[in-house]
């Protein structure tokens, strides 16, 4: 089935190691995210590419890094894992917007990394 | 700038009795906005969305939302509750941010139903 697909759905870290996530999509959309979804706090934007090559901070942006070297695959990376960054993350993706109308982002399933 | 706030963190009720989940949004222009939810250990599934034409919105499952400027609200409703509707829902408004069109969440209500 065509969509958003993340690896892992899990993972623990431990302080100060180093993992990256994987977003891959296969609808050929131009616009991807990644999201860190807390209790109580909805859904933050931590960086997000707007194409092949291309990538921009969100909210939440310290402590990440990310690269969009194939327009099908968006990395998420954490360098130096702390235990804040204890979350659930979502990638997501979208066809490229033609204005404030625009509507179409796809979800992965996302996945729990635990810091200890 | 573009905000948006869900006005009850949990909302409890019994199957078979409506649903209402509160949202009120904060734009700058007629803003386009959108209800998701997420069942326990799942990703997001688009519920129904609003972009500038009827201020009705019907969306899956039986849920439906009113776009009213006036109250800059977007509740979402649900005629009857089904056991099945039992997850978080979040209350999404989107908008432009440093050059870029971005979804913007609120905090997400929990939604529980009573048997």
């Known amino acids: 089935n065509a969509g958003v697909t993340q690896t892992p759905k899990f993972r623990v870290l431990k302080t100060g190691q180093s993992m990256t996530l994987l977003c891959a999509q296969d609808m050929n959309h131009e616009y991807m995210y990644w999201y860190r979804q807390d209790p109580g706090m909805g859904l933050r934007l931590i960086h997000y590419s707007v194409g092949e090559g291309t990538t921009a901070k969100g909210e939440v942006p310290d402590g990440y890094n990310v690269s969009r070297l194939k327009k099908q695959n968006f990395l998420l990376g954490l360098e130096s894992a702390a235990p804040s960054q204890t979350s659930v993350y979502f990638c997501?993706?979208?066809?490229?917007?033609?204005?404030?109308?625009?509507?179409?982002?796809?979800f992965g399933s996302g996945t729990r990394l635990t810091v200890v | 700038a573009q905000s948006v706030t869900q006005l009850d963190s949990h909302v409890s009720v019994s199957e078979g009795t409506p649903v209402l989940l509160r949202c009120n949004y904060s734009s700058s222009y007629s803003p386009s906005l959108f209800w998701y939810v997420q069942h326990p250990n799942k990703g997001l599934q688009l519920l129904l969305k609003?972009?500038?034409?009827?201020?009705l919105v019907k969306g899956i499952n039986g849920f439906e939302a009113e776009f009213k400027k006036s109250e800059t609200s977007f509740h979402l409703t649900k005629p009857s509750a089904h056991m099945s509707d039992a997850a978080e829902y979040f209350c999404v408004v989107s908008g432009w941010m440093d050059s870029s069109y971005k979804l913007i969440f609120g905090s997400g209500t929990r939604l529980l139903v009573r048997p």
């Open positions: 609003y972009t500038s034409a009827a201020t």
């Open positions: 997501a993706s979208r066809t490229k917007p033609w204005g404030p109308t625009s509507y179409g982002y796809t």
